[in-house]
């Protein structure tokens, strides 16, 4: 644990800083597409001096997370500290959380720094109610995830990076979330009702008209259909071609009986080539 008598000065303000003013083009820019720059920028509600406390439930959390990590290397806890340390703020990770996490962990914060400024799941400024994120991997580009971003652009008014005035939503781009089968597709993070009742919810098979409708549902405080919209798990075969789901039931690939070459068994001479291996 760091001495809680311990002083720091805080450091000015960093004014907003445009892009194109970086030393260094791009050095500074974020991992994900909703915190923008890796360097830390000073805000009314996320200054070192931001006040930071773990509700008695999390404090539990706390000691069930360092628990299972060995006592001389509890470093190994910062991933999930983190993790809930977001769950308890909102959604998101002041400046003070993440100190609150090296102070638990007796490691200099620079090194949580370092962390919640690689993994995209962690959001260093504050999002909405309804953290919306578009899947950016190449799979869903293929079957159409720009055509979803930009209907969510459209219907949220708000850019990439973005928080609706009303502070519901926030429109971030994801990188794969490993259901590539169902793209494209799209996450929703809500972390409203707190750390018990955080909920991170796939929607699949998308088309445009799909996406406007989930925002839709959410803004009027509904709850969305999960996973693919034109489908119960793996049926009825299909896919999202030219933003319209196209129902693929009956289609085959394997109509008839397989052409050669088949294989043989390897203890058999040449004569074997040709011939389909019987069992």
């Not at 360097?39 to 200054?47: A, C, F, G, I, L």
Request: with cysteine.
């Amino acid at each position: 644990m760091r001495n809680s008598s311990f002083s720091v000065t805080p450091r000015p303000p960093i004014p907003p800083t445009h892009p194109r003013d970086l030393p260094h083009r791009g050095a500074g820019f974020a991992t994900n597409s909703h915190d923008r720059f890796n360097v830390h920028q000073e805000s009314e509600d996320n200054t070192w001096d931001t006040p930071f406390t773990w509700t008695e439930g999390g404090r539990d959390r706390v000691r069930r997370l360092l628990s299972r990590y060995p006592d001389n290397y509890p470093t190994g806890a910062m991933l999930p500290l983190l993790d809930l340390a977001q769950r308890e703020n909102g959604g998101w990770l002041s400046l003070s959380a993440m100190n609150a996490v090296a102070d638990l962990l007796g490691c200099p914060p620079i090194r949580v720094y370092e962390v919640a400024t690689f993994y995209t799941m962690y959001n260093r400024s504050r999002v909405g109610r309804y953290h919306v994120q578009v899947c950016g991997t190449t799979p869903c580009r293929l079957q159409g995830a720009e055509r979803i971003e930009a209907a969510l652009r459209e219907a949220l008014g708000v850019e990439v990076g973005g928080t609706t005035p009303c502070g519901t939503f926030t429109l971030s781009e994801m990188e794969c979330m490993g259901a590539c089968v169902n793209a494209p597709m799209l996450a929703v993070a809500d972390y409203s009702r707190g750390p018990d009742g955080f909920t991170y919810t796939y929607y699949e098979d998308l088309t445009a008209a799909d996406a406007r409708a989930i925002v839709e549902e959410l803004r009027a405080g509904r709850v969305p259909r999960p996973g693919s919209q034109h489908r119960s798990k793996t049926l009825p075969m299909g896919s999202v071609r030219g933003d319209t789901w196209v129902d693929d039931a009956g289609a085959r690939t394997l109509t008839g009986e397989p052409r050669g070459p088949y294989c043989r068994e390897l203890d058999e001479g040449s004569e074997g080539v040709g011939r389909a291996k019987t069992t």
